[in-house]
T-cell receptor
């Protein structure tokens, strides 16, 4: 069964803190994605990765960075958290670049105070 | 850049009524996917459409891809409370991925 897990369901951080959000998939998928979801704005792509050590900017990469040292793990990093980064963060993976289903993790709801 | 508009943003129906959400693009789409997100849950893949004019059905759900491949619709016949959630369309190429803003469906008895 397909499985994408995220390190935390809920997270509370303070402005200026460095925040790590981890995503792990056990399906040997090549591609992984980070989205944020906000009311009225839908899902917006932050970063994605085609393969290990590869990364591409999505639509809203500002204030974020990512790391993909191993195929199964894709980390989203908020270098200095700000209140406008309070959001739901969703990780997804898919087998490859040819058009295929994305499988989503349960999400991390981040609150930055 | 590619933009995908989804309407309506929200719809409230009584159980048994039909529901339709529309996804419209300013550019021709190579394909489109539909996802459903239950309240408190994460998006789950429903279906993919690729061909111009394609129509696919899943029980009470009917998915359609426009002839010009610039729009798509999801129609639910005789809604049930289990249909509650937000429906997203999703499209893109290998390097450009876009989700619609979603339509939140509320169904009451």
């Amino acid at each position: 069964d397909v499985k994408v897990t995220q390190s935390s369901r809920y997270l509370v951080k303070r402005t200026g803190e460095k925040v790590f959000l981890e995503c792990v998939q056990d399906m040997d998928h090549e591609n992984m994605f980070w989205y944020r979801q906000d009311p009225g704005l839908g899902l917006r792509l932050i970063y994605f990765s085609y393969d290990v050590k590869m990364k591409e900017k999505g639509d809203i990469p500002e204030g974020y960075s990512v790391s993909r040292e191993k195929k199964e793990r894709f980390s989203l990093i908020l270098e200095s958290a700000s209140t406008n980064q309070t959001s739901m963060y969703l990780c997804a993976s898919r087998p490859g670049q040819r058009w295929e289903t994305q499988y989503f993790g349960p999400g991390t709801r981040l609150l930055v105070l | 850049g590619q933009q995908v508009m989804q309407i309506p943003q929200y719809q409230h129906v009584q159980e048994g009524e039909d529901f339709t959400t529309y996804c419209n693009s300013s550019t021709t789409l190579s394909n489109i996917q539909w996802y459903k997100q239950r309240p408190g849950g994460h998006p789950v893949f429903l279906i993919q459409l690729v061909k111009s004019g394609e129509v696919k059905k899943q029980k009470r759900l009917t998915f359609q891809f426009g002839e010009a491949k610039k729009n798509s619709s999801l129609h639910i016949t005789a809604t049930q409370t289990t249909d509650v959630g937000t429906y997203f369309c999703h499209t893109g190429t290998a390097s450009k991925l876009t989700f619609g803003t979603g339509t939140r469906l509320q169904v009451t008895l």
